[in-house]
């Protein structure tokens, strides 16, 4: 029996950033990218419709950020992890995506 894959949704605003994380994951036998989306409603619309094991989110997004839509992504995919992505150094990012 072969083990379950991680189900993951990449979110990026960024295309090529996107597309780098799928290659990655993609090249790990315990990976499976599920989808990607690009900014914050297709995020939403994708946890729900994917439901995925893991949520790779970039927290600036144009629009709405990764910090918040995260409640959204939960509530639409409740067994979902979400692990932030972010170059910001600023510890406010931080903060705001713990809490």
Do not use: T, W
Not at 19 to 24: D, E, F, I, N, P
Not at 27 to 47: H, I, K, M, P, T
């Amino acid at each position: 029996m072969a083990d379950k894959k991680i189900r993951v949704l990449v979110v990026d605003d960024h295309a090529v950033v996107r597309s780098g994380l799928k290659l990655l994951l993609a090249s790990e036998d315990d990976f499976e990218v599920v989808g990607d989306a690009g900014n914050a409603e297709q995020a939403a619309l994708r946890a729900k419709l994917l439901q995925p094991d893991v949520v790779l989110l970039d927290v600036v997004m144009p629009g709405r950020s990764g910090i918040e839509v995260a409640p959204e992504i939960l509530e639409n995919a409740p067994d979902a992890k979400v692990l932030v992505l972010s170059m910001q150094d600023d510890p406010r990012y931080v903060r705001e995506a713990f809490a």
